[in-house]
């Protein structure tokens, strides 16, 4: 029942993560310091990035890379970091989301422990009353025995059939 509450606040919650994620880029570009961060950012990763189309295609990777225009490295830094925020965002929701299907499961598991658990003693007392019974019976017929009854309840040999042998002396 809770489930499609869950993932409805899931995609709530993403949904909501963009225009945030607009938001911070927008204001990324304004406070100086911040911007001189991500432009410091974004040329690293320029680099990086060019370097590796570089070696992926086969073309020289010693040559110098051109630093991008500030414009283009906040605008570049902004979009990474409007990203990153909607990627974790997913990715916590996806933690959260596994982390409770876990805990479901664990629960389901231990129900059915129980039920075994209990599946099993009920078991035990059933074979404990199945032993029980053997030895009464064994004590009957012992005693059935004793006083000469054993004809009667012959209850191993004959399971109650009819071959009763009578009692009553042949004339």
Do not use: W
């Not at 509450?5 to 304004?30: D, M, Q, W």
């Not at 078991?123 to 064994?138: N, P, T």
């Amino acid at each position: 029942m809770i489930l499609p509450f869950v993932k409805l606040g899931t995609l709530a919650l993403k949904t909501l993560c963009k225009p945030i994620a607009s938001r911070l880029k927008n204001e990324a570009g304004k406070h100086p310091r911040f911007r001189q961060l991500i432009v410091e950012f974004a040329q690293v990763n320029h680099r990086f990035t060019t370097t590796m189309q570089r070696r992926i295609y086969g073309h020289a990777t010693d040559v110098e890379i051109r630093p991008l225009n500030e414009e283009k490295a906040v605008q570049a830094a902004a979009d990474l970091l409007g990203e990153l925020f909607v990627f974790s965002v997913a990715g916590a929701a996806i933690i959260f989301e596994v982390q409770r299907s876990a805990r479901s499961e664990a629960r389901k598991e231990e129900v059915r422990r129980q039920e075994l658990e209990a599946m099993r003693q009920r078991d035990e007392e059933l074979s404990r009353e199945v032993q029980l019974l053997k030895q009464k019976l064994e004590e009957l017929e012992r005693l059935a025995k004793g006083r000469g009854l054993s004809g009667i309840f012959s209850f191993r040999n004959g399971q109650g059939t009819g071959d009763v042998k009578s009692t009553t002396p042949a004339q």
